[in-house]
């Protein structure tokens, strides 16, 4: 215990426990911001797999509409009937 702490608390039970009291909630503090800092880092990472996931999902549209073309393109060729078109 360092002497300013041993002056205050032989001095002034109440400014001790007032002491006392500032640490526990500094030591909470401390540990509630910790606990911020882990869950922004989770939103983070999340945050960049959502923007993977969204780049992933423009490429096989890409790709889905790149398929799509080509299968009426041959079946243009083939003379094919549409499927569902009949009534």
């Known amino acids: 215990m360092t002497p300013v ?3 205050i608390i032989n001095q002034s039970p109440v400014l001790a426990a007032l ?3 500032f640490y526990v909630l500094n030591q909470k503090i401390e540990n509630l911001s910790k606990r ?7 939103f ?4 960049n797999r959502l923007d993977d996931l ?3 999902y423009k490429t096989l549209s890409a ?10 393109r041959i079946e243009g060729h083939l003379n094919l009937p ?3 078109t009949d009534s």
């Open 36 to 42: 911020l800092d882990d869950m922004n880092k989770r």
């Open 63 to 72: 790709k889905v509409d790149t398929i799509a073309a080509e299968v009426y």
């Open 44 to 47: 983070d990472d999340t945050h």
């Open 19 to 21: 002491v006392v009291m």
């Open 5 to 7: 702490l041993e002056i």
């Open 82 to 84: 549409r499927t569902g």
């Open 54 to 56: 969204r780049d992933d």
